[in-house]
C-alpha cells in the first residue's frame, strides 16, 4: 500500500483531517491504492471539516460500491447526519432506512429515524422509534433525551418527561441539547425559574443554536410580559 496513503490514516486517525485530506487528495492515480478505500478517507475527512458538498460526493461512492458493509454503514451514518445538519430529512430518512433494511436496527440507527421522523412531522413514529430505542437500551441518554422532549412539545405526559431529561442530563450534565430539553420540559410545566436557569445554560454552552435561542426568547418574553402585567 501507498506510504503516503498509510500517512493520511495516521494524520486521520490522529484527528489533523485538513492535512491528511491534503496528503489524500495529493496520491497520483498510478499509486497502488485502491480507489474506493481513498473515496473513504477522502470523504470522511471532508465530513469532518464540514465540506458536506465535498463528503457527498466521495461518500456516496463508498456506498454504491458496496463493497465493506462496516463501511457502508458508517458512511451511510455520516451521509445522514450531512443531510441532517443541512435541512434535508428525506434524504437523511432514506439513507437510516437502507440501514435498517440491510439488519442494521441499532440504537444509533433507531435513534437517528427517531429524530428524523421528528423534524418531519411524524410524532407517533418519532416516539414509537424513541421508546424502542429505551427497551433495548434504558441508559441511552440520546433517546431519554430525545422522547422526554417530544412529549414536552406535544404536551404528552410532562412528568415522564421531565424524569427522561433529568436522565440524559445525569448522564451528560455538559451537554447543551440535555439542558435545553430538560429548560423547556420545566418550562412546559409552569416552572419558570427552572426553565430559564437550564435553558440559559444550555445558551451559555451553544450560544449558535437556533433553537436553543429560540426557547431563551420565549423565556425573556414571557418574564417581561409578567412584569408588566405585576
Known amino acids: 500500500m501507498s506510504e503516503a496513503f498509510n500517512e493520511g490514516i495516521t494524520l486521520y486517525k490522529m484527528r489533523n483531517y485538513k492535512d491528511a485530506l491534503a496528503v489524500f487528495l495529493s496520491i497520483p492515480a498510478e ?23 465535498e463528503a457527498l460526493l466521495y461518500l456516496e461512492q ?31 430518512d432514506y439513507e437510516l432506512q437502507k440501514l ?7 440504537p444509533e440507527v ?34 431519554l433525551n430525545g422522547l422526554g422532549y ?7 405526559d410532562l ?16 451537554n447543551p441539547a440535555f439542558l435545553d430539553s430538560l429548560g423547556w420540559v ?11 436557569n437550564y435553558i440559559k445554560r444550555a445558551r451559555d454552552k ?4 437556533p433553537e436553543i435561542a429560540e426557547h431563551f426568547s420565549a423565556i425573556t418574553l414571557l418574564e417581561s410580559e409578567n412584569k408588566l402585567l405585576r
Do not use: F
Not at 499509486?31 to 465530513?47: C, P, Q, R
Not at 427517531?114 to 440520546?142: D, F, M, R
Not at 418550562?187 to 425559574?193: C, F, Q, R, S, T
Open 110 to 143: 433507531l435513534g437517528a429515524l427517531a429524530y428524523t421522523a421528528w423534524i418531519q412531522g411524524k410524532q407517533e413514529e418519532s416516539v414509537e422509534l424513541y421508546e424502542k430505542v429505551l427497551e433495548s437500551n434504558p441508559e441511552n441518554a440520546t433517546a
Open 150 to 156: 417530544v412529549l414536552a412539545c406535544l404536551d404528552k
Open 31 to 53: 499509486e497502488n491504492v485502491n480507489n474506493i478505500d481513498l473515496a473513504y478517507y477522502v470523504g470522511l475527512s471532508y465530513a469532518r471539516l464540514k465540506r458536506y458538498d
Open 186 to 196: 420545566y418550562y412546559k410545566l409552569g416552572l419558570y425559574k427552572e426553565a430559564k
Open 62 to 92: 463508498v456506498v454504491t460500491a458496496g463493497q465493506d458493509s462496516q463501511r457502508v454503514y458508517q458512511c451511510r451514518m455520516t451521509l445522514a447526519v450531512i443531510y441532517t445538519k443541512t435541512d434535508r430529512p428525506r434524504l437523511a
Open 206 to 209: 451553544d450560544s449558535k443554536s
Open 100 to 106: 435498517k433494511e440491510n439488519g442494521y436496527q441499532t
Open 159 to 174: 412528568t415522564r418527561a421531565l424524569s427522561l431529561c433529568k436522565k440524559a442530563v445525569d448522564i451528560h450534565p455538559d
